[in-house]
């Protein structure tokens, strides 16, 4: 069967977030997902097949990490959509069932594509015991993203905290469900985006994540609420780096990018 890499929320190979795609016409046994996630060793891997008889839904779509299967993926659902497109399998906005609903990914014409997220719910907690340490910064706030995305979001002094965190990647697990997200505003937004961010799950297998597109779910209204805007640009500045355009839409994000096929090629397990 095929398989395809692709790296997500970037116009360019070799930068944002790398992601396995494979169409099925069905999904196999867990264990059979798993073990290609794990050979394929991307932050995630995402598996699809048609669904030609749901009225609601036109393609079902699981993620797995190498460790485990997740219930919400930005990057590889942009993959997916970028797949379904370039190859000219799915024409237009295409439906995706998945264990966090039903998702939307429109494409436009400049390329880029659209995905339509449930907006994570942030709540006000107070900046747990050790987390300063195991970032290696002190962090100004701190906030509960909720079951569907599972992080801890914390608003760092600056874009160059940020930048030069170099955390404990094995004692952050003990902070939430999945991992950290660490954020700023951006110094100088003339260079093209609002905010910044960085991304460390250790508790799913990926002590730094390049760019996520789940995150920005929880990053939308948080940085739309101090900035007075619904529409942002928020650069995860990974060392991959990518750009994430975001649009708070109530209860919805939007999550704007593009993708680029890098390998395609045959699986032969």
Known sequence: MRIRIVDAFTDRPFAGNPAGVLLLDAF??????????????HAETAFAHRLPESPEADWALRWFTPATEV????????ATAHVLHTTGTHT????????SGVLIATPADDGSI?????????????????????????????????????????????EKTVRGLTPDHKALAAYSTRGL??????????????????CFFPNVGIDEDPVTGSAHTALAPYWSERLGRPDLTGLQASP???????????????LT????????????A
């Not at 219930?71 to 942009?78: K, N």
């Not at 237009?92 to 264990?99: D, I, N, Q």
């Not at 990018?257 to 395609?264: C, E, L, M, N, P």
């Open 240 to 254: 991959r780096s990518g750009l994430v355009r975001t649009g708070l839409r109530g209860e919805r994000t939007l």
């Open 257 to 268: 990018g593009r993708a680029v096929t890098v390998i395609d090629g045959e699986l032969h």
């Open 28 to 41: 196999p046994e867990d264990d059979w997902l798993q073990n290609v996630a794990l050979e394929v060793n």
């Open 71 to 78: 219930a919400m993926c930005g990057h590889a659902t942009l």
């Open 114 to 158: 659209t995905l339509d997220f449930p907006t994570a719910p942030l709540t006000a907690v107070e900046v747990p015991d050790g987390v300063a340490e195991a970032l290696g910064a002190e962090p100004l706030t701190a906030f509960d993203t909720g079951p569907s995305v599972g992080d801890l979001v914390v608003e760092l002094a600056d």
């Open 181 to 198: 997200i660490a954020t700023a505003r951006a110094e100088d937004p003339a260079r093209g985006y609002d905010f910044v961010s960085r």
């Open 92 to 99: 237009g906005p295409v439906r995706f069932a998945t264990r």
